[in-house]
Structure formats: structure tokens, C-alpha cells
């Protein structure tokens, strides 16, 4: 998702690089509850195994 309007996304995930009016390229998993179960940042963020791992993990725990 992008949130380039207003980066409030960006700054309540707290990946945004305010100096340079970006985010870092980050992956969140969120549970049905809407806790976060994974993060990723990063260049490694672009790969979504991780995210297929923690998805697949999460379903298994409900």
C-alpha cells in the first residue's frame, strides 16, 4: 500500500524517513485481531516468502 499524500501510515508504523519524505520499504503481516505477527524491512521486504511464511503459520495457529 502507499500512503504518499500524507505518510500518516508510514509514521504510525513508524518506517518513515522523515528527513527524506520516504518510508522504508517495509512488509507487515497483520492477524485477524490486527496484531502485527511479521515485519520486514528493507530490500529483503521486495521477497514475499517471509510473508507467505508468517501467513501460513498464522492460519495454522486459529
Do not use: W
Not at 25 to 47: L, M, P
Request: include cysteine; glycine fraction near 8%.
Amino acid at each position: 500500500m502507499s500512503d504518499f499524500a500524507k505518510r500518516q501510515v508510514s509514521k504510525d508504523y513508524g518506517v518513515l524517513i522523515e528527513s527524506a519524505g520516504v518510508a522504508n520499504r517495509s512488509t507487515f503481516v497483520i492477524d485477524k485481531e490486527g496484531k502485527i505477527v511479521y515485519i520486514e524491512q528493507g530490500n529483503s521486504a521486495i521477497d514475499p516468502t517471509g510473508a507467505e511464511t508468517a501467513c501460513s503459520r498464522s492460519a495454522h495457529r486459529q
